[in-house]
């Protein structure tokens, strides 16, 4: 269907608009704003139209950042220590711990999936976020109890250097049960929290628009900010041997997030649930194969598309056409059965052999997305090894300060810091001094491009993380201890190096995957950043099993031995380094070809007010 020939968006809308304007007499009959709803379809909580003065906005927004806040601290304090508790008290091995941290990560990365496919298809984004945000809460205190009543054996033990005694299966599964319960409970909700955080602003408002930009930006900061309190109060703890008592405060700030955030549950802004994706996107594939052997017209006419509220989906806009993948077009073709079944008494379509243009353009929409969100799987390792190997490299080094001994992870407070700084001085000193030195107009770099310039600065924080491996190492062989005399502050720079990358490429993954899905599938967008994360947590536990399989023949320790000193575990951050810049090239070559395809901008009507 042209465009240029449809109805404009005010005139097939016209019979369903609320009345927001009156006329003020007293003003000589000048028309007046009272009550103005958001125009992009969201709704409050009884399923009206949304009113901007009394829902959604800051209020609604921060109230939301500071739940993300609180929900990340309780589960950073799990996550930043893993290595740590799977070695000193599970007994396991450095290559062991640093598997069981990335199957773990990469599991709760994957359940985003599934929170954002039950988020956009049937329970909507608000109880996707109550319903776990609960499991949540669960997993931590089933955590608690079995770490206090079965796996910390002989009392005093699981500090470092101090193993527990071994324990049995049941025990063990107890302990896995806990954890991957705590994943899915943070894991699924993320997506459906951070897409129900820009609910709250309007996007047909310019200002609020804005605002939802910068509200992703503050959601990471939020996530950082409450890890940055794990790592420094609770990590020392656990370091200690402390794990019962800081496991119960991570409980207790799960559960004040979450009473925080129902406490707003009036004031919010809604998208109903717009039903399974899975569904219409099959409805397209087969509709498409019925038609194979229909001829479409070059300049895209006799595509089907409904007009007025009835192309809204719960609140979706509709999508107009595009080129490219020409196949799924024929899904929208209008045979002349089809005419003939309108035609009769006005009946609906079967969508299974004819589906609107909109329909068509979320698959289309998807499929673009997904040679892009393949090139950023393998780069996410880069940031799985700061929560593993850079924390085992850290534990092998000197952690004196005076006589304090500080907790090797820690040093990841670099890495929060140097990332919630850059996101908040981005715009106001950054940009600005680019625009300065580039002599260009003030056009900030896409977030394609900020997502290729983070994995070019991750990769040499790696380098950097593997020239830091030979210098502990050489101190190591001179002192002959099984630490090196090496301070850890030498990791300061691989550490800012990937809170910089970090800053760079998660903010900008969640800003392009948010801005390149439909309506109803905000939540998948966001999750398609997190699964990356998933994908490169198990693609980094596969690369060093191989590692170790290959480097542990003819008697050698391997790379990433029990002890260090007797590895090499420089040479797996440098072969890190060097599949990570493969990658890059990889994705430069992805991320060119999307451009011109995003040239093909999607436009959308404005939604019944």
């Not at 290559?95 to 990335?102: D, K, M, R, V």
């Not at 954890?179 to 955080?197: D, H």
């Not at 977030?447 to 994995?455: D, E, F, K």
């Not at 991750?458 to 005399?485: C, D, H, P, Q, W």
């Amino acid at each position: 269907m042209d465009p240029e020939s449809e109805p404009s968006a005010t005139s097939a809308l016209s019979d369903n608009n609320f009345k927001v304007f009156e006329v003020d007499q007293s003003k000589g009959g000048e028309k007046r704003l009272l009550n103005a709803c958001t125009r992009d379809g969201s709704v409050d909580w009884y399923g009206k139209p949304a009113v901007k003065g009394s829902t959604g906005g800051w209020r609604c927004g921060m109230l939301l950042l500071v739940n993300q806040g609180l929900v990340s601290l309780a589960f950073a304090g799990v996550e930043v220590n893993m290595v740590l508790f799977a070695k000193s008290v599970l007994r396991q091995t450095n290559a062991e711990a640093a598997n069981t941290f990335s199957r773990w990560m990469g599991t709760f990365y994957f359940c985003s999936l599934i929170g954002a496919l039950l988020s956009d298809s049937y329970l909507g984004r608000y109880l996707t976020c109550v319903t776990f945000q609960i499991v949540h809460i669960i997993g931590l205190i089933a955590l608690s109890l079995s770490t206090n009543l079965f796996l910390l054996r002989p009392p005093g033990c699981g500090e470092i250097g101090q193993l527990c005694e071994p324990h049995r299966p049941m025990e063990v599964a107890m302990f896995y049960i806990s954890i991957y319960l705590i994943a899915l409970g943070n894991g699924a909700p993320e997506p459906a929290l951070a897409a129900f955080g820009a609910d709250q602003f309007d996007e047909e408002d310019s200002e609020e628009r804005q605002a939802k930009i910068s509200f992703y930006s503050y959601f990471y900061v939020a996530l950082n900010l409450g890890c940055l309190v794990a790592e420094t109060v609770l990590v020392y703890m656990e370091s200690m041997g402390h794990w019962v008592p800081a496991f119960w405060i991570c409980t207790g700030s799960s559960v004040v997030g979450s009473v925080l955030f129902l406490g707003g549950s009036f004031r919010y802004r809604h998208f109903k649930a717009s039903g399974n994706p899975i569904s219409r996107f099959s409805q397209v594939i087969v509709a498409s194969t019925r038609k194979i052997n229909h001829e479409l017209p070059s300049n895209g006419e006799g595509l089907y598309e409904t007009i007025g509220r009835g192309s809204e989906t719960n609140g979706s806009r509709r999508i107009l056409h595009t080129k490219g993948f020409k196949f799924f077009d024929r899904a929208a073709f209008i045979t002349c059965d089809d005419i003939s079944l309108m035609s009769n008494q006005g009946q609906t379509p079967n969508p299974w052999h004819l589906c609107t243009v909109t329909q068509v353009e979320e698959v289309k929409c998807i499929l673009r997305l997904l040679p892009v969100w393949l090139c950023t799987v393998p780069s996410s390792m880069v940031f799985i090894q700061v929560l593993s190997l850079f924390v085992e490299q850290g534990a092998a080094m000197d952690r004196r300060v005076s006589n304090f001994h500080i907790p090797p992870a820690s040093m990841t407070a670099f890495d929060i810091v140097s990332t919630s700084l850059f996101i908040i001085l981005y715009d106001k000193l950054i940009v600005p001094l680019y625009t300065k030195v580039t002599k260009r107009e003030p056009k900030p770099p896409s977030a394609l491009q900020r997502i290729g310039i983070g994995l070019t600065i991750g990769i040499v924080g790696l380098i950097i993380a593997g020239f830091v491996e030979r210098k502990r190492l050489k101190y190591a062989s001179n002192s002959g201890e099984e630490t090196s005399s090496l301070s850890i502050f030498w990791q300061t720079p691989q550490y800012v190096l990937v809170g910089v990358s970090e800053a760079f490429v998660y903010v900008s993954q969640m800003e392009f995957y948010s801005s390149q899905t439909p309506d109803g599938l905000k939540s998948l967008g966001i999750a398609l950043w997190m699964t990356s994360s998933a994908m490169g947590s198990y693609v980094a536990s596969m690369i060093l099993t191989v590692v170790m399989e290959i480097t542990t023949k003819n008697g050698q320790p391997g790379w990433v031995p029990p002890n260090l000193n007797d590895g090499h575990l420089d040479r797996f951050f440098f072969l890190s380094a060097g599949l990570t810049a493969l990658n890059l090239a990889l994705y430069i070559v992805c991320a060119k070809r999307y451009k011109s395809i995003s040239l093909e901008k999607r436009e959308s009507i404005n939604c019944a007010l």
